[in-house]
T-cell receptor
Framework: GAVVSQHPSWVICKSGTSVKIECRSL??????MFWYRQFPKQSLMLMAT?????????EQGVEKDKFLINHASLTLSTLTVTSAHPEDSSFYIC??????????FGQGTRLTVV | GQQLNQSPQSMFIQEGEDVSMNCTSS?????WLWYKQDPGEGPVLLIA?????ELTSNGRLTAQFGITRKDSFLNISASIPSDVGIYFC?????????????FGQGTILTVHP
């Protein structure tokens, strides 16, 4: 149980375009999902907390207009990187909580902006 | 904000050796978790600890929740090549949303056959 699926696993996009990443909880309802960014060989940096039916809570320094989060249902949260630039290239990971104190992670999305 | 100090940052060991890594914090956590991340993948939960002093095993892995609730360690016995990856400790503080974790910096483990 507690399976989280993230899609796509990798994406390459042109600078200036927008990219949407999906995070789904497959076998449980997730009232809260979390979006992280990770640079090579570094820890996970929390970007925002996605709450079903309400606005996301962004961590300090994360541009909410740049990284749009939507949590329209109890099983789906999306992260849209708007007007992507090469510096947005990174590994983005979602996790879902609300079942217990643990968090279960998606497979991650490798974003490359060219 | 809260931070977890994880050490060592990296380890290079021979297959069959035992491994130990730990995390410390200046503040108390109610839950300690240990994750492993393979390259290009999301972290996978290895062990969850819920009570101070708790010692839990999962196969060759053993982890303990420190009695002060400010530290935890993970041991891997008889390492094998597939143990290679990055290991993260994570903590959940009281009063925070379920799943909102604080992470350590990670320990990069390399196992030589």
């Amino acid at each position: 149980g507690a399976v989280v699926s993230q899609h796509p696993s990798w994406v390459i996009c042109k600078s200036g375009t927008s990219v949407k990443i999906e995070c789904r909880s497959l076998d449980f309802q997730a009232t809260t999902m979390f979006w992280y960014r990770q640079f090579p060989k570094q820890s996970l940096m929390l970007m925002a907390t996605s709450n079903e039916g309400s606005k996301a809570t962004y961590e300090q320094g994360v541009e909410k207009d740049k990284f749009l989060i939507n949590h329209a249902s109890l099983t789906l949260s999306t992260l849209t990187v708007t007007s992507a630039h090469p510096e947005d290239s990174s590994f983005y990971i979602c996790s879902a909580g609300g079942v217990s104190t643990e968090a279960f992670f998606g497979q991650g999305t490798r974003l490359t902006v060219v | 904000g809260q931070q977890l100090n994880q050490s060592p940052q990296s380890m290079f060991i021979q297959e069959g050796e035992d491994v130990s890594m730990n995390c410390t914090s200046s503040s108390i956590f109610n839950t300690w978790l240990w994750y492993k991340q393979d390259p290009g993948e999301g972290p996978v939960l290895l062990i969850a600890l819920y009570k101070a002093g708790e010692l839990t095993s999962n196969g060759r892995l053993t982890a303990q929740f420190g009695i002060t609730r400010k530290d935890s360690f993970l041991n891997i016995s008889a390492s094998i090549p597939s143990d290679v990856g990055i290991y993260f400790c994570a903590g959940l503080a009281g009063g925070t949303s379920y799943g909102k974790l604080t992470f350590g910096q990670g320990t990069i483990l390399t196992v030589h056959p």
